[in-house]
């Protein structure tokens, strides 16, 4: 019973170039969502998906960071332009219900992409 | 805008004796409250949660208390082990999974 999957664990990046960080939530789970940690810091929230669709992307920068979830194969985060300031710990966290259930303990994290940009 | 603050960086404990992990929160729309395990290199893992309708819940060796009066939790891990040694993270939740986490406390528990 595989959990959360992500990959890569860790990405190098130059300034500029494009970071695509993929997640394959728990089987069966149809929610999925996007967290940051920035060094010494609690994980933000960025974005939560359910298949094809955006619910919530308030935590999204407006510019360069991007999300899918498609109806077939693992979530995408898709960063373009990277910068220093993007390098961080990307993780990503799958639900069963979504909404419709009780909040966090259905959550269920992976084990997250650490994102280096030089 | 700090909505959830854990102000203690780090705690020492020793082992068999009780720890005790403190967060305060700002926001009063708030109405779950969790707290997340994190090993290095992992990703965190759900301890233990908490609705605002309550103001204890228990789980074995692991009990949260909420004040909403003084918007503070805390986390009480009786008794300790080695293998608590982790950074802890409280969360908080308004109605939708959303979930806005503190800073962490990283928890070392001493032979």
């Known amino acids: 019973n595989a959990g959360v999957m992500q990959n890569p664990r860790h990405l190098v990046r130059r300034r500029g170039q494009e970071a695509r960080l993929r997640c394959s939530p728990v089987?069966?789970?149809?929610?999925v969502y996007w967290y940051r940690q920035l060094p010494e810091e609690g994980l933000k929230f960025m974005v939560y998906?359910?298949?094809?669709?955006?619910?919530?992307e308030s935590g999204m920068p407006k510019e360069r960071f991007s999300a899918e979830f498609p109806k077939e194969g693992p979530s995408i985060l898709r960063i373009q332009q990277v910068v220093r300031g993007d390098s961080a710990a990307y993780f990503c966290?799958?639900?069963?219900?979504?909404?419709?259930?009780?909040?966090?303990?259905?959550?269920?994290f992976g084990p997250g992409t650490r994102l280096l940009v030089l | 805008d700090q909505q959830v603050k854990q102000n203690s960086p780090s705690l020492s404990v020793q082992e068999g004796r009780i720890s005790i992990l403190n967060c305060d929160y700002t926001?009063?729309?708030?109405?779950?409250f969790l707290w997340y395990k994190k090993y290095p290199a992992e990703g965190p893992t759900f301890l233990i949660s908490?609705?605002?309708?309550?103001d204890k819940n228990e789980d074995g060796r692991f009990t949260v208390f909420l004040n909403k009066s003084a918007k503070h939790l805390s986390l009480h891990i009786v008794p300790s082990q080695p293998g608590d040694s982790a950074v802890y993270f409280c969360?908080?939740?308004?109605?939708?999974?959303?979930?806005?986490f503190g800073q962490g406390t990283r928890l070392t528990i001493n032979p």
């Open positions: 966290a799958s639900s069963p219900l979504g909404l419709a259930g009780p909040p966090g303990e259905t959550q269920y």
């Open positions: 089987k069966g789970h149809s929610h």
């Open positions: 998906l359910q298949k094809e669709n955006i619910i919530d």
């Open positions: 926001n009063s729309m708030f109405d779950y």
């Open positions: 908490i609705s605002s309708i309550k």
């Open positions: 969360a908080a939740s308004v109605g939708a999974q959303k979930l806005v």
